[in-house]
T-cell receptor
Framework: DTEVTQTPKHLVMGMTNKKSLKCEQH?????MYWYKQKAKKPPELMFV???????INESVPSRFSPECPNSSLLNLHLHALQPEDSALYLC?????????????FGEGSWLTVV | KQEVTQIPAALSVPEGENLVLNCSFT??????LQWFRQDPGKGLTSLLL?????REQTSGRLNASLDKSSGRSTLYIAASQPGDSATYLC???????????????FGTGTQLKVEL
């Protein structure tokens, strides 16, 4: 089962709201990722967690706060977002953080900031 | 900074045709290259992974090649079908040596339409 599950599929939030995106995988993968994809553009890396530790933050604004509670779960906490943050947020995972394994993506969470 | 380009940006072909999608990258120091498919409004589906030491990978009607020294990869789709219509993305991977994980840099994508 090569499945990465993301919830919610769609989220509309105001600029003063606090919300979270959730991601789960049960493949025993130890690296998890958040990507952001704007319309008609390729995905761009935001965060990488390897063995539950933050490995990379691609200079993402602090209004996005990642959390990895355990090896199966990855959250993205959202606060005081801007309309330009509206995008498809993709979660992904790979088996091992130190080798070139296939990276599996979820279906994404569509975020609209109003 | 790694830059990945895909040509063509869009392609429309009749059903049954064989086709080639191209991907080029500027920095040959990659760990592997992965091809994905993305349907409208959906996530990414992994198609093929080629390690940097490999030249070719095959899965069903798909064949991907990699020439690391020249910074090029191609995805060959045989006997195309309407169900192949999607956006195809290549992505090159670099290992994050300090903390672990893979950093994917995506190409600009090729939007494929296979017509009946």
């Amino acid at each position: 089962d090569t499945e990465v599950t993301q919830t919610p599929k769609h989220l509309v939030m105001g600029m003063t709201n606090k919300k979270s995106l959730k991601c789960e995988q049960h493949m025993g993968h130890r690296a998890m990722y958040w990507y952001k994809q704007k319309a008609k553009k390729p995905p761009e890396l935001m965060f990488v967690y390897s063995y539950e530790k933050l490995s990379i933050n691609e200079s993402v604004p602090s209004r996005f706060s990642p959390e990895c509670p355990n090896s199966s779960l990855l959250n993205l906490h959202l606060h005081a977002l801007q309309p330009e943050d509206s995008a498809l947020y993709l979660c992904a995972s790979s088996q091992d953080g130190f080798s070139g394994n296939t990276i599996y993506f979820g279906e994404g969470s569509w975020l609209t900031v109003v | 900074k790694q830059e990945v380009t895909q040509i063509p940006a869009a392609l429309s072909v009749p059903e049954g045709e064989n086709l080639v999608l191209n991907c080029s990258f500027t920095d040959s120091a990659i760990y592997n290259l992965q091809w994905f498919r993305q349907d409208p409004g959906k996530g990414l589906t992994s198609l093929l992974l080629i390690q940097s030491s490999q030249r070719e990978q095959t899965s069903g009607r798909l064949n991907a090649s990699l020439d690391k020294s020249s910074g090029r990869s191609t995805l060959y789709i045989a006997a195309s079908q309407p169900g192949d219509s999607a956006t195809y993305l290549c992505a090159v991977s670099a290992l994050i040596l300090t903390g672990g994980g893979n950093k994917l840099t995506f190409g600009t994508g090729t939007q494929l339409k296979v017509e009946l």
